[in-house]
Each structure stands twice: as structure tokens, then as C-alpha cells.
């Protein structure tokens, strides 16, 4: 009996150590997780179409719900949209239209329900419920980076003509900021293994967190020419011009 404790003991798996629990990968950050604790945040945003810059715009933002962003057009610098909130009014400009609308300021940066190309951009990633319903690591195309980059989609959707389309979210999985997103399109209607083919993008560059920004930046005044948007009035409900526009309405 003793020999055969003592050859027990002496085996390898009697000595071995018992195994070290294994370790979950670190999760990797993620632009709500950045962005949500930062207390000011600046940024620019450029859309680009057929690989040439159309629209610049430039962001500062200060939690809870302060802003100002700017518009303006990639090749002759012109402001065409302005949306501020200094936390008790948000105003938006329309260079377009030369006007503006003013109203009580949002909870939130993500309530604005702007235009401005720099907040609507960051609507998925300011909003951590919308980022948890993004794909990882399934994209419709990929491309060439000088660094790698954490890959988000949104899932397959189809445009006005049928086709398949994908926005492809490529975020710096050391910063967990956003780099770009890609917006494609499959040419044909039915599908099939061809390559998307590009038809927007937007590159956010210009990074600056946590950074002082004095509130005057965010009190705004509409040029001198713009003028309150009033809603068109509709005609009464029983009026004859009334009826003949939804009757029109309901025929296409």
C-alpha cells in the first residue's frame, strides 16, 4: 500500500499545479464610454462624397446640454447651418432658407433633433442604447488603414431603389473614438457578391476632450437678415381648398 501512495505522489498530475482561471480579453473602449464621461468635447466632421470634400463641420460641446456647431461648405467656407444651445435656448440658422427656430434647450446633446451635420453624426455614439445595437466586426467592405480599427455596422438595409445598403462604423479601438463611417451600397437590386460601392462617408478628426471651453462660445445671435420661421398656416378643415388637398393627397 505504501508503494503505491509514494508513486501516487510522485506522478506528474499528482504534482502538477492546479490550472490558473483563464482571463476575459479587456473590454475594448467604446465611443459611449469615452464620450459620455468627457465634460467638454471638440471635434470636426467631414462629409465627402466621390472622394471630395462637400461639407466641414465643426463641433463644441458641453455636457449636459450645451453646443455650438457650424456648417459650412468645403469649398467656399460659407456657413450654412448653425445650431447652438447655451443650456437654457437652442437656436438653429438656416442659411438656405434665412431663418432660424428657437426653443427650450434639450435634456440632453443627444435630444437635440438637429441638422447640423457634426451632432447627427454623433447620434450612435453618444447614445449608448443605439451603440449596443451596432454589429461588430461584420462590414460590407473593407479598406486599407495605417492602423487598425474596431469594425461596426448597422445591418443591411435598401435605399429607394431596392438596393442593398450598409453603413460601415470604423472606430480607434485605443482611444475608442470614431474614425469614419462609410456609407455603401450594393449597385444591384437583387443583390449579390459584388462590391459595395461607396456612395458617402464622413471622417471625424480633430479630437479634444475634457478641453476649457467659456460658455460665450455658446450664446449666439442670428444675422441681422434672418428672420423668426413661422409654420405655413393650413386652410380650416371643412374649407374647400382643404379638401381638394387631401383628396389630392390620397389619389398620389
Avoid at 508513486?7 to 464620450?35: F, G
Avoid at 466632421?45 to 461648405?73: G, H, I, M, W
Avoid at 473593407?142 to 443591411?156: I, N, W
Amino acid at each position: 500500500m505504501n508503494h503505491l501512495i509514494a508513486a501516487v505522489l510522485a506522478s506528474p498530475l499528482a504534482l502538477a499545479a492546479p490550472a490558473a482561471p483563464a482571463q476575459t480579453a479587456a473590454k475594448p473602449l467604446t465611443p459611449p464610454d469615452v464620450l459620455g464621461a468627457a465634460k467638454t468635447i471638440q471635434f470636426t466632421v467631414t462629409l465627402f462624397r466621390n472622394d471630395k470634400p462637400k461639407e466641414v463641420s465643426v463641433a463644441y460641446l458641453a455636457q449636459p446640454n450645451k453646443a455650438l456647431v457650424q456648417d459650412r461648405n468645403a469649398k467656399t467656407g460659407r456657413i450654412d447651418i448653425v445650431y447652438a444651445s447655451d443650456g437654457k435656448t437652442q437656436t438653429e440658422y438656416r442659411r438656405s432658407r434665412r431663418h432660424y427656430t428657437r426653443s427650450s434647450a434639450p435634456a440632453s446633446i443627444r435630444d437635440a433633433g438637429t441638422r447640423a451635420l457634426a451632432l447627427s453624426a454623433l447620434a450612435d455614439f453618444i447614445n449608448p442604447a443605439a451603440f449596443t445595437k451596432l454589429i461588430y466586426g461584420h462590414t460590407g467592405r473593407m479598406r486599407p488603414h495605417e492602423k487598425p480599427l474596431a469594425t461596426y455596422d448597422k445591418g443591411f438595409g435598401h435605399d429607394a431603389k431596392g438596393r442593398q445598403t450598409i453603413e460601415d462604423i470604423f472606430i480607434d479601438p485605443a482611444t475608442g473614438l470614431p474614425e469614419k463611417v462609410m456609407f455603401l451600397v450594393n449597385p444591384y437590386p437583387l443583390g449579390g457578391d459584388a462590391l459595395y460601392d461607396e456612395t458617402a462617408r464622413i471622417e471625424f478628426t480633430h479630437w479634444k476632450l475634457n478641453a476649457l471651453i467659456d460658455d460665450a462660445k455658446f450664446a449666439y445671435k442670428p444675422p441681422a437678415t434672418a428672420t423668426p420661421y413661422t409654420p405655413p398656416k393650413l386652410p380650416p378643415m371643412n374649407s374647400k381648398l382643404r379638401v381638394n388637398r387631401l383628396r389630392r393627397a390620397a389619389c398620389g
